[in-house]
């Protein structure tokens, strides 16, 4: 529902436009993404419906306690400012790359947001294609 392009400041803040803003409230979740290079962004309550939904995942399971790490063991709840903007911790920004001054997209997709280095999602952009004919019905958790 929207792109936007924004600077790390020297504190690891980005700022997040009104839009984004308005819809998602006060309160997020940052955490490593599905996709290796950015991060997403949930409202707390998308956050709180993949926590339930990964919860009732087999915890024998390799692959799930795997997702389980990466998505709900890296995230950290940010409270927007009064600028607007969230404070993500510099081990999450080094997972992909992102350091005080780079450019960053904020892709905003309704109930979450991805956070991407801006060469990174320039790249990822000029090679899209085949993906968006892919067939997704066949995963049952939903949200990510």
Known sequence: MGRYRHTVDAKGRIFLPAKVREE???????????????????TSQQFMDIRTQLSKLPGTDPVVREMKRQVLGEA???????????????ELWSQVGI?????????????????????????KRADRGSALSEDL??????GV
């Not at 998602?24 to 949930?42: A, F, R, W």
């Not at 950290?76 to 510099?90: F, K, N």
């Not at 904020?106 to 991407?116: A, H, M, Q, S």
Request: net charge negative; charged share 25%.
């Open 99 to 123: 350091r005080p001054g780079d450019e960053i997209y904020i892709v905003y997709l309704y109930e979450k947001f991805e956070i991407w280095p801006a060469a990174a999602y320039d790249a």
């Open 76 to 90: 950290i709840g940010c409270d927007l400012d009064a600028q607007g903007r969230i404070s993500v911790t510099d």
């Open 137 to 142: 019905s066949r995963y049952a958790v939903t």
């Open 24 to 42: 998602i409230g006060t309160s997020v979740y940052v955490t490593k993404s599905l996709d290796p290079e950015c991060l997403s962004g949930y």
